[in-house]
């Protein structure tokens, strides 16, 4: 399954399919990017972060991947399990201030078993 | 385990009412950060501090102030609690200059009656 970030704030998946969560970012400067999860409840934990000079970069079965030319960041979350099942934000450090960062509205991420 | 406390996980309050809300974090982090979350329109930076007795508006800083002074705790005060402050409210710490973002606290979803 696939998002479009603010415009299909939830996705639902079967369990053990391949998730990809989408976000656009809107400044061109921004150099560092981060991925959090925030299941009910909880607050928002980090998941993965990217710099700008790499395209991709891949933790235990997610994987970010970054398009500098169109703003767009995505998260790939391999063979999906019910613990996935949160709201996913993506976070934009902006003006070179790794102490400011900017978050998206967020994509609710259904899994069906 | 390292890690952020809010003082409550829900409060109920009336139209007037000076409220508090408390964060402390174990990290010896230089910066924290207060957000409030509303469904639809993400994280939105109320307040921020960068050292003791140091403070900077964020975006939405219109009927709350702030206090630091000690490095471990930051506190978010609402003035006079209007019912538009009801919402989920998330304090954050992080290092200066430092990657991986965020740490962030559970929460207080506080209610103004």
């Known amino acids: 399954g696939e998002s479009v970030g603010l415009h299909l704030p939830t996705l639902s998946v079967q369990e053990g399919d391949n998730s990809i969560i989408n976000c656009a970012y809107s400044n061109s400067a921004s150099d560092y990017f981060i991925w959090y999860k925030q299941e009910s409840g909880k607050g928002p934990q980090f998941i993965i972060d990217i710099r700008s000079n790499m395209d991709k970069r891949q933790g235990q079965r997610v994987t970010v991947l970054l398009n500098k030319t169109v703003k767009h960041l995505s998260l790939q979350i391999a063979a999906t399990q019910p613990g996935d099942s949160a709201v996913y934000f993506c976070?934009?450090?902006?003006?070179?201030?790794?102490?400011?960062?900017?978050f998206g509205s967020g994509t609710k991420l259904n899994v069906k078993p | 385990d390292v890690k952020v406390t809010q003082s409550s996980r829900y409060l109920v309050k009336r139209t007037g009412e000076k409220v508090f809300l408390e964060c402390v974090q174990d990290m010896d982090h230089e910066n924290m950060f207060w957000y409030r979350q509303d469904p639809g329109l993400g994280l939105r930076l109320i307040y921020f501090?960068?050292?003791?007795?140091?403070?900077e508006k964020g975006d939405i800083p219109e009927g709350y102030s702030v206090s630091r002074e000690k490095k471990e705790r930051f506190s978010l005060i609402l003035e006079s609690a209007s019912t538009n402050q009801t919402s989920m409210y998330l304090c954050?710490?992080?290092?200066?200059?430092?990657?991986?973002?965020?740490?962030f606290g559970s929460g207080t979803r506080l209610t103004v009656v």
């Open positions: 954050a710490s992080s290092w200066t200059g430092g990657s991986y973002g965020y740490t």
């Open positions: 501090s960068y050292d003791v007795k140091m403070k």
């Open positions: 976070a934009e450090n902006r003006e070179n201030n790794f102490n400011k960062f900017y």
